[in-house]
């Protein structure tokens, strides 16, 4: 616990005021070398806030001599079905393009219905419930409508449950039944009147999912065969019409290739879903897919062309299970060439629909195409990117010389005189005139109208040394018709105004826009604030042991004049005098 020292109680004397108004005199020096110290840091912030606009500075001055701003195209394709694009450099011109035929994908169709259907027999597809039928849809519970009475449905009914529930609603004037050998469901008028199906408010989708629709007859069946492959089971229990011969005849393993990549699968463990994986993340370079709304597997081509599909050994006999063996039903529809013509010559093939110099001709342009027609390509100088990036250039240019100004400004308002932190600061206010004079100063040895700043159409506003368009329509008549003569003039060798510029920045901030005259500078101030640090630290020990030295003497004094009040009491009370009291 901190001690509580009371002084003078003997003395009189308020001797800790005293002493700290002493020390305070010898604080001073310690209040000055701090205000000089503060005074530092806040030079030593200005200078890196400086460096960073610098730094800016330079990255908009390295984009102006990039290989791609003043070589950078745009195109169009003339039509809205295309997509053109033009790399740097690529020539400008227009070119009429018509495209006769697209290129297309071989596919490799297998044949419908590959299921068995909803189950081998009417009675156990009569047994299965709703919820668990094979179907390209789910079934929903709800209520639908035959002939006008309501037929309520749930996913724990069996398809057989619905038939009788077909038959009670309409009192026995509608029948339904399954044909197993054609996979459908057959709904009979027993009156011989036409049979009305559905109504807005239905909330089933029985009627649908059994594709059984109004006819205008006595007699409606479903308009497709309703059984889907199990995509997500084992091959085995897929419901698959024809056996696979390696379960009936092996183990359930076996391969077969696909444009000579084999495929190796377990129908006891794989999914056609697992299988459509494998195929497409195989080299083989097609894409297999399930049609649930034809029950068929296809096999497309992953690049476009008149290119084959071919199917080699089927050890296992999943093919054919699979419907995509001739023999099942397969068909090949073979992939076709794109066809075009430029400006009206003869006719070009492509294998593909992305038209590169390969196909066309023209160096640096790709045209994607996606139907027939005809359209003019038009390639020209990207004259946005061009003016954007001069435009980042003078935006980071005025940021410094207006920092530079803050910085350095020196205000007089009568007799007073207010100083910016580095108004007395010359090196960095040199920095401001060099890089002025640079950006006005002329660009020599180019063979072109442009070799001053003035000639884009871009000037100092008034007497500041703020840069402004001062001519628009100037500055992009030379983008669009000469950025060859705009790029010498920014980024020519070490003569270019983007060069040079670069060049008084790696004197500002060094090379790597961390050192140079500007690091100098901050390194000088902080040294002087380290040596500071080091004069406060021997002018606050000495105030210490000031501090004690005269506690100690005070301390001494209150002793002293205590002994002495004590032995004049003895003396008081052995002569027998009395004071008088208060």
Known sequence: MASIQLTGLISGLDWESFIEDMLALQRVPITSLQTKQSENTQKISALDTLGTLFNQLGT???????????????????????????????????????VLEVATATKHSGAAGISQGLAATSAEAEALTLASLPTSTAVTAGTFTVNGARVTIGLGDSLGDVFGKIA???????????????????????????????????????????????????????????????????????????????????????????????????????????????INASSAGVTASYDSTTDSVALTANTTGSLGITLGADDGGLLAALGLTTAAGATTTLGSNAVFTVNGGAPITSTGNTLTATDHGITGLTLTVTEAGSGTVTVGADTETMRSTIENFITAYNAVQTYIDDVTATTVSGSTVTSSTLSRNREVQSWASQLRSTVFGSVTGLDDAISRITDLGIDFKGTSPQLVITDSTRLDAALADDPDGVAAFFATGSTGLAARVDTLLANYIGATGAGGSLKSQTDALAKANAKIDDQITVLERRIESQRARMETSFIAMESSISKYNQMQTLLDNALGIKKDDD
């Open 60 to 98: 908009a001055s390295r984009a102006l001599q990039s290989d791609g701003v003043f070589n950078a195209r745009t195109a169009s394709s003339g039509n809205s079905a295309w997509n053109a694009s033009a790399s740097a450099g690529t020539a400008s011109g227009a070119w009429a393009i018509n």
């Open 168 to 278: 009670t609603a309409t009192d026995g004037a509608v029948t339904a039944a399954y044909d197993a050998a054609a996979d459908r469901i057959t709904l009979t008028a027993s009156d011989g009147e036409a049979i009305v199906l559905g109504a807005a408010n239905d909330t089933s989708n029985f009627l649908a999912v059994a594709r059984l629709y109004s006819n205008g007859t006595d007699a409606v069946a479903s308009t497709a065969t309703l059984g889907r492959t199990v995509t997500n089971a084992p091959l085995v229990n897929a419901g698959l019409a024809t056996g696979i011969a390696a379960v009936t005849d092996g183990d359930g393993t076996g391969t077969f290739t696909l444009n000579g990549v084999e495929i190796a699968y377990d129908a006891n463990t794989d999914s056609l879903s697992t299988l459509i994986r494998r």
